[in-house]
């Protein structure tokens, strides 16, 4: 991985210390230092490739299928939350925590690991849901659970017996109306710098922001080792991990306050 371009960082840090409100859009990169896949899909468990029960991981992650075969589903939910099983934030989200205390922060995550929330972020879009949150589908019972370890697939809810589901965006469903909701007032406040970090942004929710930004004038910063859908757009490209390029970021600002 390389190393964020030094330059680069002091430029993106001056424009921190002129800035007040910031936002943050996050994809599977920035939890790369966690030890999780970064591929398409949610989890990124299948990337162009068919499930073991030869149905596309669309299909089987789809909302029709939780509907319709709830065990095929909660198969592969189980898969991908094993995969993440034992990890942990990283710097990464524990920095842009962190600069709470600094700047007003508001995160607009594509994930669903939960890690911004362990960080501590408090102003969160989880735009996709977190998958350990789990809900009935039929009554009004939720609960929060660490891991799927002691769940019975497919979990049954112990109120009224009707099949549980996590807080999850599936393929085809649409995304939660207080979660787009919370988007449009936050980019209606505007902001001062717009990042997006580990994401190929791919989504129109998830580039509309940076694109929007550019062209007001407001400075946009990418953070991933690839060329993306809004790398054209933004005004600064760090080619590294998100870690290693929020650390720089970091100890660039702490020596401009010096």
Same mark, same amino acid.
């Given at each position: 991985?390389?190393?964020?371009?030094?330059?680069?960082?002091?430029?993106?840090?001056?424009?921190?210390?002129?800035?007040? $409100?910031?936002?943050?859009?996050?994809?599977?990169?920035? !939890? +790369?230092?966690?030890?999780?896949?970064?591929?398409? =899909?949610?989890? =990124? %468990?299948?990337?162009? $490739?068919?499930?073991?029960?030869?149905?596309?991981?669309?299909?089987?992650?789809?909302?029709?299928?939780?509907? +319709?075969?709830?065990?095929?589903? &909660?198969?592969?939910?189980? *898969?991908?939350?094993?995969?993440?099983?034992?990890?942990?934030?990283?710097?990464?989200?524990?920095?842009?925590?962190? &600069? *709470? @205390?600094?700047?007003?922060?508001?995160?607009?995550?594509?994930?669903?690991?939960?890690?911004?929330?362990?960080?501590?972020?408090?102003?969160?879009? @989880?735009?996709?849901?977190?998958?350990?949150?789990?809900?009935?589908?039929?009554?009004?019972? +939720?609960?929060?659970?660490?891991?799927?370890?002691?769940? $019975? %697939?497919?979990?049954?809810?112990?109120?009224?017996?009707?099949?549980? #589901?996590?807080?999850? /965006? %599936?393929?085809?469903?649409?995304?939660?109306?207080?979660?787009?909701?919370?988007?449009?007032? @936050?980019?209606? #406040?505007?902001?001062?710098?717009?990042? !997006?970090?580990?994401?190929?942004?791919?989504?129109?929710?998830?580039?509309?922001? /940076?694109? *929007?930004?550019?062209?007001?004038?407001?400075?946009?910063? @990418?953070?991933?080792?690839?060329?993306?859908?809004?790398?054209?757009?933004?005004?600064?490209?760090?080619?590294?991990? +998100?870690?290693?390029?929020?650390?720089?970021?970091?100890?660039? %600002?702490?020596?401009?306050?010096?």
């Amino acid at each position: 991985m390389n190393a964020p371009d030094s330059t680069l960082v002091t430029r993106i840090a001056a424009e921190l210390q002129r800035a007040r $409100r910031l936002l943050f859009i996050t994809g599977a990169g920035i !939890s +790369a230092d966690s030890g999780l896949p970064t591929y398409r =899909g949610i989890g =990124g %468990l299948y990337n162009d $490739r068919t499930t073991e029960d030869q149905f596309p991981i669309e299909t089987a992650l789809s909302g029709a299928m939780l509907d +319709a075969n709830p065990a095929i589903t &909660w198969k592969y939910l189980h *898969q991908i939350e094993h995969s993440c099983r034992g990890a942990h934030f990283n710097d990464a989200h524990a920095i842009i925590a962190e &600069w *709470q @205390e600094r700047f007003e922060v508001c995160v607009l995550t594509q994930n669903i690991d939960g890690f911004h929330r362990d960080a501590g972020s408090r102003n969160l879009i @989880e735009i996709h849901g977190d998958i350990h949150d789990l809900l009935c589908t039929r009554c009004d019972y +939720a609960t929060t659970v660490p891991d799927y370890s002691e769940l $019975r %697939l497919p979990p049954l809810c112990p109120r009224c017996s009707a099949p549980i #589901r996590p807080r999850v /965006v %599936l393929f085809g469903e649409v995304l939660p109306v207080h979660a787009i909701q919370h988007l449009y007032a @936050e980019l209606d #406040r505007g902001f001062d710098l717009v990042f !997006s970090i580990g994401t190929t942004s791919i989504f129109p929710y998830i580039a509309g922001p /940076v694109v *929007q930004a550019s062209q007001m004038g407001i400075p946009t910063i @990418e953070i991933n080792p690839s060329d993306t859908h809004v790398s054209r757009f933004v005004d600064y490209k760090l080619t590294a991990g +998100a870690a290693a390029s929020l650390r720089a970021l970091r100890r660039a %600002l702490h020596e401009l306050a010096d």
